[in-house]
C-alpha cells in the first residue's frame, strides 16, 4: 500500500518514518523541502506538491499546524484534491476547528475521497513510539479500512463519531490537559517554596488521586525550570482556542480554559511558545517568586 504523509514537523516525521519501518511504501511532502531529507533517507520518496503526494496514494495522511494549512493542502493550488484518487482515504492528524473539517470532508465527498478526521495525543514521545492515542471521526467502515495504517501509529484508535468528532475529542482532550498541568504547576511551587524535597513529594502524590500523565512526564521539568520539547506551547493555545470557540457555540463555560489560555497568551508574548507546554510553570513560578 502507498501512503503519502503531508507534514513533516514534531509529530508527522516520526509518523512517516514508523509507516517505512513497519514496510509500507511513503511518498512526503513539507513545505519547508528540507525536512523532507530524514524521511527520504531511510527510503520515502518527496513530492513536490500535495497533489503529487497524494497520486497513487491509498491514504494520505496530513499533519500540519492549524484550520487554513490543513485547508491549503488539501484544497488549494496544487492541494490534494487535484491529485488524489477515487476511493482514496485522507487521514488527517492535525488538530483544526471541527467546522473546517466537515467542509473539508464535504468537498472531497464531492470528489469520492473519503476523510477521516484523527486527531492524537502522547506528544513526541508517542509519534516516535508510535504509541498515540487517536481520537476518530467519521464512517466506521473507512476506519476499519486504513485501521492496519493507525496501528502502526498509535496504540489506542477509538472512533468517536460523524466527522468532526474527533477534533472535539481534541478539545476535550486540551482542556482537561490544560487544568492538568496548570494543577500539577501550583500544587509543585506550592512545594519548591517551602523547601520540600520535591522528587519524594511527586513520588507520594504520584501514587494517589492525584496522579496523572502530566506529573509523572513533566514535574520533573517543572521543578528544574527547563522545558524541552514535547508539545509546543503556542499550538496548545491555537488548541484551547478551538476548544473555547465550540464552548461558546454549544454555551458550555470554561473558566479554567480560558485563563490558561490568557496565561499562555502572556508567556508567549515572553518568547516562550515554542517551549513544551508545560512551560506554563514559568507563569506560576513568576507570580510566585521562584
Not at 39 to 62: E, H, K, L
Not at 137 to 162: C, F, M, Q, W, Y
Not at 236 to 252: F, S, T, W, Y
Request: hydrophobic share 45%.
Amino acid at each position: 500500500m502507498n501512503i503519502a504523509v503531508i507534514g513533516l514537523g514534531t509529530m508527522g516525521l516520526p509518523m512517516a518514518l514508523n509507516l517505512l519501518q513497519a514496510g509500507y511504501s511513503v511518498t512526503v511532502h513539507n513545505r519547508t523541502r528540507q525536512r523532507e531529507a530524514a524521511a527520504c533517507d531511510r527510503g520515502a520518496i518527496a513530492a513536490d506538491s500535495p497533489q503529487t503526494a497524494a497520486q497513487g496514494a491509498a491514504v494520505i495522511i496530513t499533519c500540519v499546524s492549524d484550520s487554513p494549512d490543513v485547508e491549503a493542502v488539501i484544497l488549494g493550488d496544487k492541494g490534494i484534491i487535484q491529485g488524489a484518487e477515487p476511493g482514496s482515504v485522507v487521514v488527517d492528524m492535525s488538530t483544526i476547528s471541527p467546522e473546517v473539517t466537515r467542509h473539508l470532508a464535504h468537498q472531497l465527498h464531492s470528489r469520492n475521497i473519503a476523510m477521516l478526521d484523527a486527531p492524537v495525543s502522547g506528544g513526541s514521545e508517542g509519534a516516535q513510539k508510535g504509541t498515540l492515542s487517536i481520537m476518530v471521526g467519521g464512517d466506521g467502515a473507512v476506519l476499519e479500512r486504513v485501521r492496519p495504517v493507525l496501528s502502526v501509529l498509535g496504540s489506542t484508535i477509538t472512533h468517536v463519531g460523524a466527522i468532526g468528532s474527533g477534533q472535539l475529542t481534541k478539545a476535550i482532550n486540551q482542556i482537561i490537559v490544560a487544568g492538568t498541568y496548570w494543577a500539577v504547576a501550583e500544587g509543585l511551587a506550592l512545594g519548591l517554596k517551602a523547601g520540600l524535597d520535591m522528587d519524594q513529594v511527586v513520588q507520594a502524590v504520584g501514587g494517589g488521586a492525584a496522579g496523572s500523565w502530566g506529573l509523572s512526564h513533566r514535574s520533573g521539568h517543572m521543578i528544574a525550570n527547563d522545558y524541552p520539547l514535547g508539545f509546543r506551547l503556542r499550538l496548545h493555545r491555537k488548541d484551547l482556542n478551538i476548544a473555547l470557540a465550540a464552548a461558546r457555540e454549544l454555551g458550555v463555560v470554561l473558566p479554567v480554559s480560558a485563563y490558561v489560555e490568557q496565561m499562555e497568551t502572556g508567556l508567549i508574548q515572553q518568547g516562550y511558545g515554542d517551549e513544551d507546554v508545560s512551560a506554563l510553570a514559568r507563569s506560576i513560578r513568576q507570580q510566585s517568586g521562584l
